[in-house]
């Protein structure tokens, strides 16, 4: 560690999991770090998630890896800082020809692309995976590196670990209304009227496009996405799914099954039955929290569509779809809510340097909880080599 390094104070704007994991990388190397936050607790995207640290739907390659790297991290972070991490895998099952038949191709490239995963019979999953529906099951891909975490009890308990460990220092309840310069060094201007000068200052507001740079995010080619999401009470019934689950539609969502030339079939069926899919970004998924609660979702609305109620035709092609992957004791329904995240259509993140020392790091899109320690890892190793 150099001393200008440890020297270095350094404020993050944002205590979602982007600011947060550049609290963390930022005070690793010994930077005095202050993370701003103007809810009392995070309330964001972080806390509204199916807590998936999904490697296995990134594009192979460099991203697959900072998966990878993120997910060693959360590995980490259960031991050392008690965080409930559940190394628990996925599956991805086909109930349509067209969905077995990408299975089968990926499963056969995964091989040479370094990617674990292993295609199962419908009998392997039914014995892995007792809560996918039997009928009509083809076969499943099973896939390792895949976690679960309990993303609002991570969000909301990693910032005391990093202030206890690290000594990041955590300002909830105040909004940083601007950015400005004072002596050569970037000034942050809170709501309360206060104003702090730091070396370098982080902009992680997740969807919010309003408050610190609006211009700049209006032509980064950020749009705001919004996802609902149902949960079922896990003191309900006894719901063992054993691993992430996630039905055929899920495989035209995620950029990693790309490399299948089948998969433009089962576009076409998916446009061609049910355009309602494709209108509304649907496709399903399961996830269950250390609570014993299934996670179910989601939908994908962008930018001027997103309206701030939800569409009931939404949760009853959701549950439609989610039917045709599982079957559970019960479908009482203990919970529904809609999160909003910042997307890029390209980039994994939005980063940008504003002026000297002074970055937006923003537009994690879907994989937030799956790439943002990798993602601060590489911001700042960047940093550190010039
Ligand atoms: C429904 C849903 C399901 C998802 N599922 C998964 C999943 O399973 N796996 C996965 O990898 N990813 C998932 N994601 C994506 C992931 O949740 C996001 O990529 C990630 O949470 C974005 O984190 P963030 O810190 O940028 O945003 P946020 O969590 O929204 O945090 C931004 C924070 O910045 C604060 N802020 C903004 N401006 C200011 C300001 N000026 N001053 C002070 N504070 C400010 C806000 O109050 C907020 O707390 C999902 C997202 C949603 C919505």
Redesign the pocket.
């Known amino acids: 560690m150099t001393s200008s390094r440890s020297a270095e104070q350094v404020a993050v ?8 994991a550049q609290a963390w990388l930022a005070a690793e190397s010994g930077r005095q770090v202050t993370v ?4 009392q607790r ?13 490697p296995i739907g990134q594009p192979h390659g460099t991203l697959y890896q900072t998966a990878l790297r993120s997910r060693s991290r959360w590995l980490r972070l259960a031991t050392e800082a008690g965080i409930w991490v559940n190394p628990c895998g996925s599956l991805h099952a086909a109930h349509r020809g067209d969905e077995q038949a990408v299975l089968e191709e990926f499963a056969a490239a995964a091989t040479g692309l370094d990617i674990s995963c292993q295609l199962l019979t419908a009998e392997q999953v039914q014995q892995k995976a007792p809560l996918v529906n039997p009928e009509g099951l083809r076969c499943g891909l099973f896939s390792p590196t895949e976690l679960c975490v309990n ?1 609002t009890e991570a ?1 909301r308990s990693l910032p005391a670990w990093l202030s206890e460990r690290l000594g990041v220092t955590f300002q909830f309840g ?4 601007a950015v400005e310069e004072s002596g050569g060094r970037p000034e942050i201007v809170f709501s309360d009227g206060r104003k702090q000068t730091f070396d370098r200052v982080i ?6 496009f309003q ?2 740079y609006p211009e700049i995010l209006a032509g980064s080619g950020l749009v705001a ?1 919004k ?1 609902q ?1 149902l949960a079922i009470d896990g003191g309900a019934a006894d719901y063992r799914p054993g691993m992430h689950l996630a039905s055929g539609l899920t495989l035209r969502h995620y950029r990693i099954f790309e490399i299948c030339q089948s998969l433009a079939k089962l576009r076409q069926r998916i446009a061609e039955e049910t355009p309602e899919l494709d209108e509304y970004g649907i496709h399903v998924m399961a ?1 269950q929290n250390n609570h014993g609660d299934l996670i179910l ?2 939908s994908h609305e962008y930018g001027n569509r997103i309206e701030p109620f939800d569409d009931v035709r939404i949760d009853e092609w959701i549950l439609r779809e989610l039917r045709t992957l599982l079957r559970l004791p019960s479908w009482q329904l203990s919970r529904r809510w ?5 997307k890029h259509p390209e980039l994994p993140v939005f980063q940008h340097e504003v002026r000297p020392r002074v970055h937006i790091f ?11 320690f990798g993602l601060a890892e590489d911001f700042w190793n960047g940093i550190d080599n010039g």
Do not use: K, Q
Request: charged letters at 10%; glycine letters at 22%.
């Open positions: 704007i944002g205590a979602g999991i982007v600011g947060l701003i936050e103007r809810s995070a309330a964001g995207a972080s806390i509204r998630n199916f807590g998936m640290i999904w993303p969000t105040v909004l940083a209304s902009v992680c507001g997740g969807s919010d408050t610190l996405c996802l999401m996830s979702g989601d809609h999160g909003i995240y910042a923003a537009g994690t899109g879907g994989s937030g909880m799956t790439m943002s």
